[in-house]
């Protein structure tokens, strides 16, 4: 049971869950106010999120995941055990489109293609972890349709979502470089090439910084959102520092705790806790 419980925890990436719960709620913040009913759909669509988002990858990452420094912390598992991880994965995906179809329209359509995006990122024979540039670009389209799932339970549509999600999903894609960064050597002994293998471990950090740049020269955002950027900005410059498994966990940690303060406050501000 505690072993199926870890399971569940590690392909879930519950650690990242309060995250996923307030970037959903930031989708519902920027269209309407909050309601008891859109907090309960934005929890369990938060929930089904991460765990199709993140589980099929896992299990498709094995070997890799044995070289990759992060894993066996306490922040990423390694799954090792067949059957019921697969059959987690399997069911989050079969669930996640279930709710697509019973949801319909923009909802449907912004939980479909976080589903899709998972798998054709993760599963064989696409695999789009292996092509650069897909991978990063098929997960900032995964953060970009995570934030409209909220806007959608808001009662919106695709015109309806602000222009900043458009710069927050290429600012995902950059960061998607950014973390794979330090599994390049895992990367290159499972047989894996991507995005970050090319740009190099300081590329990659470039490369996030650079698309967090241009969004501050050319949108318009809050006070709030700016300095929430500027953070990101100089804090990457922690990855030049030093490698190795210490530091990459306490980078995650740090940005992670980061997304959620500044999500916390983002819906405290618009009244929505």
Not at 43 to 72: I, Y
Not at 107 to 124: C, F, M, R
Not at 166 to 195: C, Q
Not at 243 to 266: A, D, H, W
Request: glycine share 10%.
């Amino acid at each position: 049971m505690k072993s199926r419980i870890r399971h569940l925890y590690d392909l879930g990436r519950l650690y990242l869950l309060p995250g996923t719960i307030l970037a959903v709620y930031a989708g519902v913040a920027s269209y309407s106010e909050l309601t008891l009913a859109k907090s309960v759909k934005t929890f369990f669509a938060a929930l089904l999120l991460n765990f199709v988002f993140f589980s099929p990858n896992d299990v498709f990452d094995r070997e890799t995941d044995r070289e990759n420094e992060r894993k066996g912390t306490m922040f990423e598992g390694l799954v090792e055990k067949k059957g019921f991880p697969e059959r987690i994965a399997a069911g989050s995906v079969v669930l996640s489109y279930l709710t697509a179809m019973i949801s319909g329209g923009f909802l449907g359509l912004s939980i479909a293609v976080v589903t899709t995006a998972s798998v054709l990122y993760s599963v064989p024979p696409v695999r789009l972890k292996t092509r650069p540039p897909f991978d990063s670009l098929i997960n900032g389209i995964g953060v970009f349709f995570i934030f409209s799932t909220g806007v959608a339970i808001a009662g919106g549509g695709l015109s309806d979502v602000i222009s900043g999600a458009y710069w927050f999903s290429a600012i995902g894609a950059g960061f998607h470089v950014m973390l794979a960064a330090p599994d390049i050597e895992a990367d290159r002994k499972a047989g894996i090439r991507t995005t970050a293998m090319i740009l190099g471990w300081k590329g990659s950090v470039v490369f996030a910084q650079g698309i967090i740049l241009l969004s501050l020269i050319f949108e318009n955002w809050s006070t709030l959102t700016r300095n929430f950027l500027l953070i990101n900005f100089f804090g990457l410059s922690l990855m030049w520092k030093k490698r190795g498994k210490k530091n990459t966990v306490r980078i995650i940690f740090l940005g992670g705790l980061t997304m959620v303060v500044y999500l916390g406050y983002y819906a405290y501000s618009r009244g929505l806790m």
